[in-house]
């Protein structure tokens, strides 16, 4: 099982308010994701990072910023949280090197903003 | 633009039929091949992986078949059950660089 985790694992809030979804992982990875999942399915990177003080914008456009100051932990923020927003979020990590390295998610963050 | 097109969308089958999904791509230069098995609620874990040297590969009930020149690979689940409705996601990477992942699969085996 993987040592990924994510809080909250559900959130609902209102428009406007400030969010911090955190993502831990224990394994030493130094590389590590941020993806949006829609009900549809697909998953979309919107924000990676390959070590400290690393941090990329994916290949979708968010308007959520992210931050890398520990090899351990990544948390992603939106600032003002809109309806549009509202998503499945899942972090993910892998140790850089062999492309065999299993990416690992954690459980993801369901967030609803009203 | 999508690297790796993934198909069906979704797809169901009777206990015990054989779902296969579909992957094609273009990027010869990807290098390794995982499946990816998400049950609601829960995020994407590793199922089974290939490498473009093989043609195949088996675990359990879920095998890979793996066409190079077709550049396609393909996920076949024998004797499906009801416990593996999930959603299915086909990826590629190109040594450590970063993880393309198809659209997903939603399959619902009936009891």
């Known amino acids: 099982e993987a040592d990924i985790y994510q809080t909250p694992r559900y959130l609902v809030i209102g428009t406007g308010k400030k969010i911090t979804l955190e993502c831990s992982q224990t394994?030493?990875?130094?590389?590590m994701y941020w993806y949006q999942q829609d009900p549809g399915m697909e998953l979309h990177l919107i924000h990676y990072?390959?070590?400290?003080?690393?941090?990329e914008k994916g290949d979708l456009s968010s308007e959520s910023t992210v931050s890398r100051i520990r090899t351990e932990h990544f948390p992603l923020t939106l600032e003002s949280a809109r309806p549009s927003h509202t998503s499945q979020y899942l972090c993910a990590s892998r140790r850089s090197g062999d492309a065999g390295n299993e990416q690992f998610f954690g459980p993801g963050t369901r967030l609803t903003v009203l | 633009q999508q690297q790796v097109k993934q198909s069906p969308q979704s797809l169901i089958v009777q206990k015990g039929g054989i779902p296969i999904i579909n992957c094609a791509y273009e990027?010869?230069?990807?290098?390794?091949f995982p499946w990816y098995q998400q049950f609601p609620g829960k995020g994407p874990a590793l199922l089974i992986a290939i490498r473009p040297d093989v043609s195949e590969k088996k675990e359990g009930r879920f095998t890979i078949s793996f066409n190079k020149s077709a550049k396609q690979f393909s996920l076949h689940i024998m004797d499906s059950q009801p416990g593996d409705s999930a959603t299915y996601f086909c990826a590629a990477r190109i040594g450590n660089n970063d993880m393309r992942f198809g659209a997903g699969t939603r399959l619902t085996v009936k009891p």
């Open positions: 990072s390959y070590g400290v003080n690393s941090t």
């Open positions: 990027n010869t230069a990807f290098d390794y």
């Open positions: 394994m030493g990875h130094d590389k």
